[in-house]
């Protein structure tokens, strides 16, 4: 307790103790303890406040279940960290073997002819058409075909290719070899 409260009068005491109580609205039950033991010690000292009371265990075991995390991702939760991963991969060795760090990769197969085998002379090779057909991303069905695609990115079996004119030309005459054959709704932009 501070000396210069030592000698003063209970009345001060009381309207000091008060203050405080009205100011901090936060600390009202410490500063209610200092008021109340303002108001029963006579003896010109003021006590200290009890310390604050604390939180049942109860409360703090229901807290830590409440706000518990879940350790295992959901099916979607899995999907989406799987496409992230893809599009971040393909776009690193997009951005890699054109020496372009604005490269984008696009999906529709009249995009994806202009935008990234005319413009960079590169192509996608070792895309698993037979198991998943060439297409935005999004588009991808399940999670075992999206895992399929990261692994053979992560692995090396499916990357980008720089391309000579002569298999350039051919892939303009019929890129279904590469990315499948057309379909209407592959059209989507990426």
Known sequence: M???????????????????????????QAHGSLYKSACENRSGILSPAPPPAQTPPLLLRMAQITFRINPKPTYSERMTDARA????????????????????????????????????????????????????????PNLGKLELLLQGWKEGSIR???ITEEQYLAMIHDPTPWIGPATDDAEGEE
């Open 160 to 162: 980008f290719c720089q």
């Open 85 to 140: 991963e893809l599009r971040r991969l393909i776009k690193e060795q997009l951005c890699a073997i054109t020496h372009d760090n604005t490269a984008t990769m696009s999906w529709s197969r009249r995009s994806y002819m202009k935008n990234v085998v005319t413009r960079y002379r590169v192509r996608i090779e070792g895309w698993p058409l037979s198991e998943v057909p060439f297409r935005n991303l999004s588009d991808v």
């Open 2 to 28: 501070p000396h210069s409260l030592r000698g003063s009068s209970l009345r001060s005491r009381l309207a000091l103790a008060h203050a405080a109580r009205a100011h901090h609205p936060a600390h009202s």
